[in-house]
C-alpha cells in the first residue's frame, strides 16, 4: 500500500512512514491512517458507486467554514480520497453544552450555499410500509424547508476535538429538508424529550418547532436505514 501510495505529490515531499487500517470502519469506505514525520492523513478507499467529486467539492466549502477535515486529493481512477486527519473522539451521548454547539454548528451547514439536485428521500422506499406512505403524505401539506444537508449524522462521523466539533464523510450531502439532519441528532444520539426540546430550542431560536414534520422525518429517518441496511445484506449496494 505505501509503494503505491508514493506517487502520489504530498508523499514525495513528505515521505510516507505508515499505513494502518483504522478499527472503526464505515459502509461505504475502506479506512486507512497514513502517517509521516510531520502530519497524519485519512485515507478513504471507496467501496459504494457514489458521485465522489461532489463530495470533494461539498466538503472544500465546509473546510473553508471550518466546518469539516481538509480534503487534499482525490483520485477517482483508483477510488481514492485522501484528507487531513483529525485528533478527537465521538460521542454517544450529548450533554445540554454540546447539544447547543451542535445546534449551532448545523444552523450554520444550513445555511451554505451549493448547486445540489433536491432529495425527498423517495427513491429510498417501494412505499410497502404503510407508515412511511402517510409520512410522506403529511410532508406534502407542509412547508419545505431545503438546504444543504449532511444526511449521515451518527456519532462516528461528529467529532469533538478540543476546540471544536468537526463533521466527516460527506458522501451523502444533499439538498435536503434541515428537519432530517435534525431527527438523524435525536435518534443517533438517543435524546429524551427534554434534550431533544432544548437541542431545537437551540437550532430554531425564536421559531417554533413543527412538530408534524419531525415525526414524519422521524418515521422516514428510521425506515430508511433499516432498507438500506438490507440492501446491503442483499448486495444491492
Known amino acids: 500500500m505505501i509503494e503505491a501510495l508514493k506517487r ?3 508523499f514525495q515531499k513528505e515521505p510516507l512512514l505508515s499505513c494502518q487500517l483504522l478499527e472503526q470502519q464505515g459502509h461505504a469506505n475502506r479506512v486507512y491512517l497514513l502517517q ?8 478513504r478507499h471507496f467501496q459504494i458507486d457514489i458521485d465522489r467529486k461532489r463530495e470533494f467539492e461539498i466538503q472544500t466549502k465546509l473546510y473553508r467554514k471550518k466546518i469539516a477535515p481538509q480534503p487534499i486529493l482525490l483520485d477517482l481512477n483508483n477510488g481514492v480520497m485522501i484528507s487531513e486527519f483529525i ?4 460521542r454517544e451521548r ?3 453544552q454540546e447539544l447547543k454547539k451542535m445546534a449551532q454548528l448545523l444552523r450554520r451547514v444550513h445555511r451554505i450555499k ?3 439536485k433536491r432529495n425527498s428521500f423517495r427513491e429510498n422506499f417501494s412505499f410497502n410500509d404503510v407508515k412511511v406512505k402517510r409520512a410522506f403524505i403529511l410532508l406534502e401539506r407542509e412547508r419545505r424547508e431545503y438546504a444543504l444537508g449532511h444526511n449521515d449524522l451518527h456519532p462516528k462521523n461528529i467529532i469533538f476535538t478540543k476546540r471544536a466539533i468537526k463533521l466527516i464523510d460527506w458522501e451523502y450531502a444533499r439538498y435536503s429538508d434541515i428537519y432530517f439532519d435534525l431527527v438523524s441528532i435525536i435518534e443517533e444520539h438517543r435524546l429524551n424529550r427534554r434534550d431533544s426540546c432544548s437541542f431545537l430550542k437551540s437550532y430554531f431560536q425564536k421559531r417554533a418547532v413543527n412538530r408534524r414534520k419531525l415525526e414524519a422525518f422521524t418515521t422516514i ?5 433499516r432498507v438500506w441496511f438490507e440492501k446491503r445484506e442483499r448486495r444491492e449496494l
Open 87 to 90: 485528533e478527537g473522539e465521538h
Open 94 to 96: 450529548l450533554n445540554q
Open 221 to 225: 429517518y428510521r425506515a430508511r436505514w
Open 8 to 10: 502520489y505529490e504530498i
Open 36 to 43: 509521516t514525520k510531520r502530519k497524519k492523513y485519512l485515507l
Open 114 to 116: 451549493t448547486n445540489q
